[in-house]
Structures are given as structure tokens and as C-alpha cells.
């Protein structure tokens, strides 16, 4: 089955800067690669995705990369804010082209800690 | 729409008890997932659930774990007995069949006294 790895496990950066957090993917034939932010007390939320015909994907302040030929993609938060802390996970799965649902292999998080 | 929606948010049972817990997808998604979240193991998949048949239950536990998903709009996540080391956060999530990203409810806090 798939396996998915990401680091750093807490990060601590100063308001303003850049966040990145990276994962490592163990099945070739994953193709989806969502990046969810989980806050308190909260379910996690899709935060952006990228699909593996894909090499790179922005939505205003956070982008992410993929390399498939590695199997690592990357969440990058350009100048961070205070309401960025929270944690994030990374995921992996095969299921987008088979029309099967969605079974999703985790990360195990990076806390994200941004000082005001 | 509400989002998906799970209840109990918080249950403190003793060891022993059966607990419940419920879930209501988003509507005309056609797949559901029950999610386990600990420190130690992170976001586990429990089951899930593709037009309300389950499809892969590999990553529940111990028998003592079932789930079912009687119509499109309602799952529940069974513990009988329960155990202190069944105490985590349960998460249910649903998503559009060929489609669209996983939504995840607020959670259930179950503590195993």
C-alpha cells in the first residue's frame, strides 16, 4: 500500500516569511495529491490539490509542487500570517482515474507555528 | 449546505460500553470515509463507503469496531466493547464518487475511561 512521509514535523517561522513542508509518496501509480490544514478543534480542511499531470500549482499565497519522477511534492506559504498556524497534512492516493472513491494515505503533519 | 455533520462532538464513556457514533454526509456525495486520529498513529482510514456498500474495511481495528451505512445520508461507527485505547478523535468524510476533494466533519472526541 502507500505510504506517505512529510517533514519537518513542527515548523517556526516569523510573520511575513515562507513556509515549506514536504512529503514523499512510496506508490508510483498515486496520481492526487491533496494538502489539508486542520486547526483546534476542527476537522481538516483542503487548503489546494494538485493531480500528477500536473507539476506545479499556486492559489494566492500557497502553491504546490509535485515531482513524480522523485515522488516528493511540496506545500510552499509565501509571507505567512498568524492565522496560518495549524497543522498540515499531506496525502496521497491512486483513486482519482479509476472512478473509485477517494482512499486517501495521510502524512503525519507538520505543526505550523508563524510568530508575530 | 451544512458541511458534513457528526455527532456526538464529545462522548466520555467507561471501558466496556458500546458507543455510537454518527454521521451525516454531504448531500449527493456517493462515497464516506470513518477516519481515526491519535497522537501516535496520526489519521488512520477506518472503512469507506462507495454508494453505501462498504468497499474496504481493512483498517478497522478489531471486530470489536463495525460500521454501517444503511441509506445515502447516514453512517454510524460502532464500538462494542470499548477500550481506553480506543480513545481518539473519529472523523467522518465524504466526497463526490469521481470527483471533487475529501470534506471532513468537525469530529468526535471519544474518551475511554
Known amino acids: 500500500g502507500e505510504n506517505v512521509e512529510q517533514h519537518p514535523s513542527t515548523l517556526s517561522v516569523q510573520e511575513g516569511d515562507s513556509a515549506v513542508i514536504k512529503c514523499t509518496y512510496s506508490?508510483?501509480?498515486?496520481?492526487?495529491f491533496p494538502w489539508y490544514k486542520q486547526e483546534l478543534g476542527k476537522g481538516p480542511q483542503l487548503i489546494i490539490d494538485?493531480?500528477?499531470?500536473?507539476g506545479e500549482k499556486k492559489d494566492q499565497r500557497i502553491a504546490v509542487t509535485l515531482n513524480k519522477t522523485a515522488k516528493h511534492f511540496s506545500l510552499h506559504i509565501t509571507e505567512t500570517q498568524p492565522e496560518d498556524s495549524a497543522v498540515y497534512f499531506c496525502?496521497?492516493?491512486?483513486?482519482?482515474?479509476?472512478?473509485?472513491?477517494?482512499?486517501?494515505?495521510f502524512g503525519s503533519g507538520t505543526q505550523l507555528t508563524v510568530l508575530p | 449546505d451544512a458541511g458534513v455533520i457528526q455527532s456526538p462532538r464529545h462522548e466520555v464513556t467507561e471501558m466496556g460500553q458500546e458507543v455510537t457514533l454518527r454521521c451525516k454526509p454531504i448531500?449527493?456525495?456517493?462515497?464516506l470515509f470513518w477516519y481515526r486520529q491519535t497522537m501516535m498513529r496520526g489519521l488512520e482510514l477506518l472503512i469507506y463507503?462507495?454508494?453505501?456498500?462498504?468497499?474496504?474495511d481493512s483498517g478497522m481495528p478489531e471486530d470489536r469496531f463495525s460500521a454501517k451505512m444503511p441509506n445515502a445520508s447516514f453512517s454510524t461507527l460502532k464500538i462494542q466493547p470499548s477500550e481506553p485505547r480506543d480513545s481518539a478523535v473519529y472523523f467522518c468524510?465524504?466526497?463526490?464518487?469521481?470527483?471533487?476533494?475529501?470534506?471532513f466533519g468537525q469530529g468526535t472526541r471519544l474518551t475511554v475511561v
Open positions: 506508490d508510483s501509480a498515486s496520481n492526487y
Open positions: 494538485i493531480r500528477s499531470n500536473v
Open positions: 463507503f462507495n454508494n453505501n456498500v462498504p468497499i474496504d
Open positions: 448531500s449527493g456525495h456517493n462515497s
Open positions: 468524510a465524504s466526497s463526490i464518487r469521481q470527483g471533487g476533494e475529501a470534506f
Open positions: 496525502a496521497a492516493t491512486r483513486g482519482i482515474s479509476s472512478g473509485s472513491a477517494r482512499q486517501l494515505t
